[in-house]
């Protein structure tokens, strides 16, 4: 949340993050109407899933502005700054919109009659106001978490997406891969056309059943796009991708594998708004719109002397996705992790798909209400195979993980939580650990930005 808006104001919506989650759409609902229904102004594609949700929308945003139209994106979590969320032709919402936008929800929120909005709730009402006020033509819209109650389930899709699905959130979702993908599914509607990455066989039959149960004429990736080869690195990668429109070849700035396979759905997802839009975003759209794309903390290289990695994997999904390109890009390298998670996460799971690749591991707690202890994280990941060290300073993990990546010619891994990793950012941006680091502390950045 950004410290220059104004402090009452922060002040009250930051609080309500103590008011976790509700599986309810009264107030969400409520506080739309009370705002002049704000998400009946835009044309919205709705993205749910367990991991790559923030990539691929990310991605479909930039291809949709590049084919002229003017595009909402709204995502979450923020990495370092709350107005990262809500975005207007890749750019942050202003400030001053935001802050307007934000009164407005607190002023419906004191009117419902109902319980207090939850954050998120307000966050939502809040971003589709700011879309509804910036004028923009079409939003792509992520899920917070889960579908059928999720407060961005009342957006007016034209297309829905589902990108990976596996566990996360099981206080809420459940720990069944199954029961997950019936929850993520909610977000599907009658009539308007859906879109899925591959799936394992039991929820990409859930997700067929419900799609046919909701009228939801459903498509594959792979009905209309494939990854036909590539090269890659940690900069980036060289994809060549088989439509039904035809070939593509597209530099794509983002690392890891399993960016090939968002930058094919979002691909898949741009030629399904093409059929209904008179064959705009075309193929060139779909081509600047992928290489133009930027999403940080996703296998996000920083520097080079080590490198350092930023990649906030918080399920075995996500973890399993991240050592496939650690394998991909760096062989059998062992490396330096510093690693923070919150106290909800599989960390042994986690920890035990990471330990071929990790050298020397160091923990911290992500500063957040949530976060596990950096004591706690590292008995967790010795269980699974990892020696950790605790550390009570960021600061100090890092230059312990820097120091020992140089000393055997490798690479840093920041992941985790991207609570971590946007605190992370936050020093690549200062080049420091706080306004008081030391001189020492102000060396571990230099040359990373």
Not at 73 to 100: C, K, M
Not at 226 to 233: H, I
Request: charge should be neutral.
């Amino acid at each position: 949340m950004p410290d220059d808006l104004s402090a009452p104001l922060l002040d009250s919506f930051l609080h309500r993050r103590s008011l976790g989650v509700v599986p309810t759409l009264d107030v969400i609902r409520r506080l739309l109407k009370l705002t002049g229904g704000p998400e009946r102004s835009f044309a919205a594609v709705h993205v749910a899933g367990t991991n790559g949700k923030g990539s691929v929308c990310a991605m479909l945003a930039s291809i949709l502005q590049q084919a002229g139209y003017r595009v909402g994106l709204y995502t979450s979590p923020h990495l370092r700054n709350f107005r990262e969320r809500i975005r207007v032709d890749g750019e942050p919402v202003q400030e001053s919109l935001l802050r307007a936008c934000l009164q407005k929800v607190e002023q419906a929120d004191r009117a419902t009659g109902l319980r207090p909005a939850t954050f998120f709730e307000a966050a939502t009402a809040a971003a589709f106001l700011c879309f509804r006020q910036a004028g923009v033509d079409m939003a792509v819209i992520e899920t917070g978490m889960g579908g059928r109650w999720d407060a961005t389930v009342l957006c007016r899709p034209i297309l829905t997406v589902i990108t990976p699905i596996g566990i996360d959130h099981t206080e809420f979702l459940g720990t069944e891969p199954a029961a997950i993908a019936s929850e993520k599914c909610g977000i599907l509607k009658a009539g308007i056309a859906a879109l899925t990455a591959e799936q394992d066989e039991e929820v990409m039959a859930v997700i067929r059943q419900e799609a046919r149960r909701r009228k939801s004429p459903l498509r594959r990736v792979s009905d209309l796009v494939r990854v036909e080869r590539f090269s890659s690195g940690l900069q980036g990668q060289e994809l060549v991708l088989e439509t039904t429109h035809g070939r593509l070849e597209i530099r794509l700035p983002l690392a890891g594998t399993f960016q090939r396979e968002n930058s094919a759905l979002a691909c898949a997802a741009a030629l399904m708004l093409a059929e209904q839009h008179a064959g705009r975003p075309g193929l060139e759209h779909i081509r600047t719109g992928l290489e133009g794309v930027e999403w940080p903390g996703r296998f996000h290289v920083v520097g080079t002397s080590p490198p350092v990695i930023l990649d906030g994997a918080h399920n075995v999904h996500a973890a399993r996705s991240l050592a496939a390109s650690l394998r991909e890009v760096l062989g059998t390298t062992r490396i330096a992790v510093v690693a923070g998670f919150l106290k909800d996460k599989d960390v042994e799971g986690i920890g035990a798909v990471l330990a071929p690749h990790v050298g020397s591991c160091w923990t911290v707690r992500p500063d957040s209400e949530r976060g596990m202890d950096a004591a706690e994280a590292a008995r967790r990941l010795n269980t699974a195979g990892i020696r950790a060290d605790p550390r009570v300073r960021m600061a100090e993990a890092v230059e312990a993980a820097r120091r020992w990546a140089v000393a055997h010619g490798s690479v840093v891994l920041v992941t985790g939580s991207l609570y971590l990793v946007g605190a992370v950012l936050e020093m690549v941006a200062a080049k420091s650990c706080s306004p008081s680091a030391g001189a020492g502390e102000a060396r571990i950045w230099q040359g990373y930005s």
